[in-house]
């Protein structure tokens, strides 16, 4: 078998110290492979969002070890941390984060300018990323004069851009209607399919959790259930 | 990140919020512009002093006097009949320096050379038979350079009289324009020790602007200070003659100022008290340079003011930035680099505000320096606020560490966010 992409092993992160503590994570284990995509559902306060921070290394877990390609996250720098997400992860969030100011080439090429590459090449990267979400013609525009849908668009794009291996989705769909959630969905599925980027999908959206790969039903810090769709 | 897309970032991020940036950089502004301004008003006194200094004397002659044997006292004064009235306050005396004083003076190690101090009394100065003016006589000491009109400095080794005559004395004198006095005779009258007057003759040859020190007096070369010298002692007993209020001596510069407070030194030791042109305008400088500090002080509160702003501003960015920041580091930006943006900022900020309010001063200063041309006419020559490149560079300079040192709180704070909680959205 080929070994995962993401290892995680009797993961545990801890709020706070003392009476007030809070166990957000109780030891959960959960290996993804390569090109899987995956969802993770619970209610709120069930710790899928700390689940997903610690597998995109936004945060450190109190215990328990992630290893991503074979290397344990535990032993990488901060500026090895910074780097793996810069070059490997990209992110989608529920709420955009555009900087609603600049323009929208300039919040695609976001990544790029962090990971200190040159403007020229940052912009034809910025145009060929939005080209693939036919968004090209709005390159100059500011973001903040887009639809929900093209802004959530531009986000992908903006995820896509450093050509990730993950792209980790918190409830992408969550401030589109149905009919734009659904063609942002289809864009990340088929991104997955074709080009075998993983996706981390949080959601609670049963219906798009039903079309990832596997899905792993998160209650009180622990796994409740997996599931995977018969292939 | 790269550096330049640091200081690019930084520089658009510092006009995101137009409104509030130039309220801080008005702050900034009125700050610099009035250190700059007052800087402006020291330096320019000072230079107009400093170029005054070289129509007075040249730097490597002290002026020698001898130095009183008595302490001053309260109450009457014994007579000393070595005692002669001075140039100072009416009334003032010191001691004269004797011919034997002077060959003292000329052994002292150090002394290049010295010359008594030949103070000659004109009575009146006439051109043609014209109108008689009175006429007070300056010394000239070599190297000394006067603001002319028309003409040029005397020749002290011409072989004929020779004078440069003030400005005002043109007109009245019946001389024509500045330009035509030069090369006219006029004659000057001094009343020698027997009572009579006597005249001499002496050629115009230039013509000079009134300054701070030599104002309104004449300056004569050697051969006609001679003269009149001669003229004025004759008939004088010995001992008059050989009776000098002061004497110029001449030193080597060179050694810098440690050499000349020795030879200082060595001439207190002799009894005599020597004082350089500096030592004199001390004084004057060390009140002006007292007055532009107190003012600059008024101007640095007035920044520091401007500083607080800045902390407040950024503060207030970097509230509004939180997701971005928390975005930012989410994509791997280090948090030095965040910590650069928002010092850079700041830095940004104080740029602009110093640097247009340095602009600002030039600006007023030229306004100043026009009227005040008109209400100064008195003082020619004066620029009154005078820009030296160092001391804009050490304003602008110091309004940006004044800004990155207030950016440092705020960059801190954004430096130190959590990417989590800044995405966390409720």
Request: proline share 3%.
């Amino acid at each position: 078998m080929v070994s995962p992409l993401l290892s995680v092993s009797n993961l545990h992160k801890t709020y706070g110290s003392g009476p007030s503590a809070f166990e957000a994570l109780k030891g959960l284990d959960l290996d993804i492979a390569e090109g899987e995509s995956i969802a993770i559902i619970g209610k709120s306060g069930s710790g899928k969002s700390t689940l997903m921070h610690l597998l995109a290394l936004l945060d450190r877990p109190t215990f328990g070890s992630i290893v991503l390609d074979g290397t344990d996250t535990s032993r990488l720098s901060a500026k090895q941390l910074n780097q793996t997400r810069n070059s490997a992860f990209g992110f989608v969030f529920q709420q955009f984060f555009l900087n609603a100011q600049a323009s929208v080439l300039d919040n695609v090429t976001l990544p790029l300018k962090i990971a200190g590459v040159g403007r020229r090449e940052r912009t034809a990267q910025g145009i060929a990323a939005l080209a693939q979400l036919e968004l090209d013609d709005k390159a100059g525009n500011r973001a903040n004069d887009l639809s929900g849908g093209q802004k959530q668009r531009v986000v992908i794009a903006r995820a896509l851009i450093n050509q990730p291996r993950v792209i980790f989705a918190d409830e992408p769909t969550g401030n589109l209607d149905t009919a734009t959630g659904t063609v942002v969905e289809d864009i990340l599925f088929d991104l997955n399919r074709r080009r075998g980027i993983n996706l981390v999908v949080v959601t609670h959206d049963e219906e798009l959790a039903s079309r990832c790969d596997r899905r792993i039903y998160i209650r009180d810090g622990l796994i409740a259930a997996r599931e995977a769709v018969a292939a | 990140m790269k550096g330049v897309d640091v200081l690019a970032t930084a520089f658009r991020n510092a006009f995101r919020s137009r409104l509030r940036t130039s309220l801080t950089v008005l702050a900034i502004f009125i700050g610099a512009f009035t250190l700059s301004l007052t800087n402006g008003l020291g330096t320019g006194i000072n230079q107009y002093i400093d170029d005054t200094v070289a129509s007075v004397g040249v730097d490597d002659v002290m002026t020698v006097t001898k130095a009183s044997e008595e302490e001053p006292t309260e109450g009457p004064a014994e007579y000393d009949p070595n005692q002669i009235a001075t140039d100072g306050a009416p009334g003032a005396t010191a001691t004269a320096l004797t011919d034997d004083d002077i060959d003292t003076i000329a052994d002292i190690d150090g002394v290049e050379s010295v010359e008594p101090s030949k103070s000659v009394l004109v009575d009146y100065v006439r051109h043609d038979d014209g109108t008689r003016y009175q006429l007070s006589v300056a010394e000239l000491v070599p190297g000394m350079r006067m603001e002319l009109v028309a003409g040029e400095q005397v020749d002290l080794d011409a072989t004929d009289p020779e004078l440069v005559l003030p400005e005002s004395y043109v007109e009245p004198l019946d001389l024509g324009s500045a330009a035509d006095a030069v090369g006219q005779t006029v004659a000057l009258a001094v009343t020698d020790a027997t009572g009579e007057q006597v005249t001499t003759e002496a050629t115009v040859v230039g013509v000079a602007e009134p300054g701070v020190i030599t104002m309104g007096g004449a300056v004569p070369n050697d051969v006609l200070a001679e003269e009149l010298y001669d003229l004025q002692t004759t008939g004088a007993p010995e001992a008059e003659t050989t009776r000098y209020a002061e004497a110029s001596v001449s030193f080597d510069t060179t050694g810098g100022a440690a050499q000349t407070e020795a030879l200082q030194d060595r001439l207190a030791d002799a009894g005599f008290t020597g004082s350089t042109l500096e030592d004199q305008l001390g004084t004057i400088t060390a009140v002006i340079d007292g007055i532009v500090l107190v003012l600059n002080g008024f101007a640095v509160i007035a920044l520091v003011a401007a500083g607080i702003g800045i902390v407040n501003t950024l503060f207030m960015a970097v509230q509004e930035r939180t997701r971005e920041v928390g975005l930012m580091k989410a994509m791997g930006l280090s948090s030095g680099r965040v910590f650069s943006l928002f010092s850079i900022e700041a830095v940004v900020i104080g740029l602009v505000g110093s640097a247009l309010g340095v602009l600002g001063a030039v600006g007023a200063g030229q306004l100043v320096n026009s009227v005040s041309g008109d209400l100064l006419a008195d003082l020619p020559g004066l620029t009154l606020i005078a820009f030296d490149p160092v001391s804009i560079a050490t304003v602008v300079l110091g309004v940006m560490a004044i800004a990155l040192l207030a950016g440092t709180l705020p960059a801190l704070r954004a430096a130190r966010q959590d990417p989590i909680s800044s995405l966390r959205y409720e």
